[in-house]
C-alpha cells in the first residue's frame, strides 16, 4: 500500500490507486472500430501532519476511434475528458510546493488542473 513501516504512516510519493476499464468494437475487417474508456483515480493516502494539497478522487472516459480508408491510410479521431470533468493529477500538486493550510496557495492550485474536454486527430500514412 505504500507505507512507511518504520513511522507506521503513508508514504506521499506513492501514486494513488488507478484503474481502467473499456469497451472496444471492430468492424468486421477491421475497417473501422471505436473505443470507449473509463479511468477511475482514487484520493491518495497521506499522512495526517502532511502540507500537500491532495486532489479528490476522479472519473474520466474518453471515446476514440478510426477509419481505414485504405491498408496505408487512416483516420484516428479522440475526444478526451468527454464529460469535461475538472480534475487534478497527485503528482503534479504533490510536487507543486503549495501548502494545504494557506488559502491562497490552495486557490493558486486551479492552474494544476488537467484540460477539459479536448479533441485530437491524425491520419497515419504507412508506407
Known amino acids: 500500500m505504500g507505507d512507511d513501516t518504520k513511522l507506521n504512516q503513508p508514504l506521499t510519493t506513492v501514486d494513488p490507486f488507478k484503474a481502467v476499464a473499456g469497451l472496444r468494437y471492430r468492424a468486421p475487417e477491421d475497417m473501422w472500430g471505436a473505443d470507449l474508456t473509463a479511468t477511475y483515480v482514487g484520493r491518495a493516502r497521506v499522512p495526517e501532519n502532511s502540507t500537500i494539497i491532495v486532489p479528490n478522487d476522479y472519473i474520466t472516459v474518453d471515446l476514440t ?17 468527454l464529460f469535461n470533468a475538472k480534475y487534478f493529477e497527485y503528482a503534479d500538486l504533490r510536487d507543486s510546493g503549495l501548502n494545504r493550510n494557506i488559502p491562497a496557495q490552495v486557490a493558486r492550485s486551479d492552474r494544476f488542473a488537467q484540460p477539459g474536454i479536448s479533441f485530437a486527430a491524425s491520419l497515419n500514412w504507412r508506407f
Open 65 to 81: 476511434g478510426f477509419v481505414k480508408f485504405t491498408k496505408q491510410l487512416t483516420l484516428n479521431l479522440g475526444i478526451f475528458n
